[in-house]
Nanobody, 126 residues
Framework: QVQLAESGGGLVQAGGSLRLSCAAS????????MGWFRQAPGKERAFVAA????????WYADSVKGRFTISRDNAKNTVYLQMDGLKPEDTAVYYC???????????????????WGQGTQVTVSS
């Protein structure tokens, strides 16, 4: 069992930066791949980034490549999402997720992900 808690969201101007954190409970954190997803008002939840258990491999949605960086610290049971060059279209609730890697990379809800955080709001003003 894994419990996830996001933090670090807020209001930022376009072009600014935020770093989201997701703290996980449980001794098996390092055995899970981790991902970030987001849901904008009126839209489906969408994949943002994922990282494998060791942190050696990462994946990104095309819309955030070159601007966002996912990383993890297994000693701290924490995964991060560094968001630079933020745009108004990045406004959404951001969720972290934990599961086997293939589930994080499939289309959302095609094979339900086991563990989700409660979400943190990111608002980018123009």
């Amino acid at each position: 069992q894994v419990q996830l808690a996001e933090s670090g969201g807020g209001l930022v101007q376009a072009g600014g930066s935020l770093r989201l954190s997701c703290a996980a409970s449980g001794r098996t954190f390092s055995s899970y791949a981790m991902g970030w997803f987001r849901q904008a008002p009126g839209k489906e939840r969408a994949f943002v980034a994922a990282i494998n258990w060791s942190g050696n491999n990462t994946w990104y949605a095309d819309s955030v490549k070159g601007r966002f960086t996912i990383s993890r610290d297994n000693a701290k049971n924490t995964v991060y999402l560094q968001m630079d060059g933020l745009k108004p279209e990045d406004t959404a609730v951001y969720y972290c997720a934990a599961d086997v890697l293939y589930r994080l990379l499939l289309p959302v809800d095609s094979d339900p992900i086991n563990y989700w955080g409660q979400g943190t709001q990111v608002t980018v003003s123009s």
